[in-house]
């Protein structure tokens, strides 16, 4: 199975703050990653897939690049509705993997 | 625009099963596969398996394999998913998604709202 690792596990930070949380894939999974975002008792709600591309409705402060092994979702400016958890997710090979997540909160 | 709604709560007793549905509205069912996936309280999320209803091919992780089942029912646009032989272990929520293919790429959008599956004796 493919491991996907995120860091930070948790990060602190305050509105209008840049945020940056990075993924590493175990193996190359070229551009085959998505980012979700999940408020508590909620379902994961799709921010970015294939790598880069923003869904439909979702803000255009919320960015992702990376290709191969290494990912990054980028916050431009953090807006008070963004504090929540993210996770990353592979979906080049079954069983399709998610990173263990980060957790976004208010500095 | 794919709008999925589960089933509610269940309590079960451990080496029981239980069975959750996805009933789809909007697009055409059938045309996406769906995708189960649970997290455990306070954990993260783990992809169960998929099931293309087109074609009524399911596909699991390994980790469930010979314990879930998941089905489709194209005359009510029902997706179930159903773990056997439950433990404690397999207490959690319990989500269903459409697994969308594009750009020789797939992802889950959107999610249905969840249904907390709790093992007790």
């Known amino acids: 199975d493919i491991q996907m690792t995120q860091s930070p596990s948790s990060l602190s930070a305050s509105i209008g703050d840049r945020v940056t949380i990075t993924c590493r894939a175990s193996?190359?999974?070229?551009?085959?990653l998505n980012w979700y975002q999940q408020k508590p008792g909620k379902a994961p709600k799709l921010l970015i897939y294939?790598?880069?591309y923003l869904q439909s409705g979702v803000p255009s402060r919320f960015s992702g690049s990376g290709s191969g092994t290494d990912f990054s979702l980028t916050i431009s400016s953090l807006q008070p509705e963004d504090f929540a958890t993210y996770y990353c997710?592979?979906?080049?090979?079954?069983?399709?993997?998610f990173g263990q997540g980060t957790d976004l909160d208010t500095k | 625009q794919v709008q999925l709604v589960q089933s509610g709560a269940e309590v079960k007793k451990p080496g029981s099963s239980v069975k959750v549905s996805c009933k789809a509205s909007g697009g055409t069912f059938g045309s996406y596969s769906i995708s189960w996936v649970r997290q455990a309280p306070g954990q993260g999320l783990e992809w169960m398996g998929v099931i293309i209803p087109m074609y009524g091919t399911p596909n699991y992780a390994q980790k469930f394999q010979g314990r879930v089942t998941i089905i489709a029912d194209k005359s009510t646009s029902t997706a179930y998913m159903e773990l056997s032989s439950l433990r404690s272990e397999d207490t959690a929520v319990y989500y269903c998604a459409r697994d969308v293919s594009d750009l020789s790429s797939n992802w889950f959008d959107p999610w249905g709202q969840g249904t907390l599956v709790t093992v007790s004796s």
């Open positions: 997710q592979q979906s080049y090979s079954s069983p399709y993997t």
């Open positions: 193996q190359s999974i070229s551009s085959y």
């Open positions: 294939a790598a880069s």
